[in-house]
Nanobody
């Protein structure tokens, strides 16, 4: 059974930085597609960034150049480094693990990020 535990959220002023962590419990972490999503109040959950088993990354246009996703297979951990944070980045951030075939998704419980002056 896969479990994902996020941490690192908090309150930060505009222009600040945070690093979110997601620790994966289970087997074969390196095979999974890992992603970060976010959901702001009253809005749908949206993709922020993904990293494939081979290390290829992809980002939402709204975070390109500011956020970086990375992982360490030896630590079963994926991170989201967030720089130049804006108030519109305020949301609950979720970690997602996707097993490729047959596709199966696992979600963490989320961590709150609040960007405000």
């Amino acid at each position: 059974q896969v479990q994902l535990v996020e941490s690192g959220g908090g309150f930060v002023q505009p222009g600040g930085s945070l690093r979110l962590s997601c620790v994966f419990s289970g087997s074969m972490f390196s095979i999974y597609l890992m992603g970060w999503y976010r959901q702001a109040p009253g809005q749908q959950r949206e993709l922020v960034a993904t990293i494939t088993s081979g290390g290829s990354t992809d980002y939402a246009d709204s975070v390109k150049g500011r956020f970086t996703i990375s992982k360490d297979n030896a630590k079963n951990t994926v991170w989201l480094h967030m720089n130049s944070l804006k108030p519109e980045d305020t949301a609950v951030y979720y970690c997602k693990a996707t097993w490729p075939r047959p596709q199966r998704d696992y979600w963490g419980q989320g961590t709150q990020v609040t960007v405000s002056s």
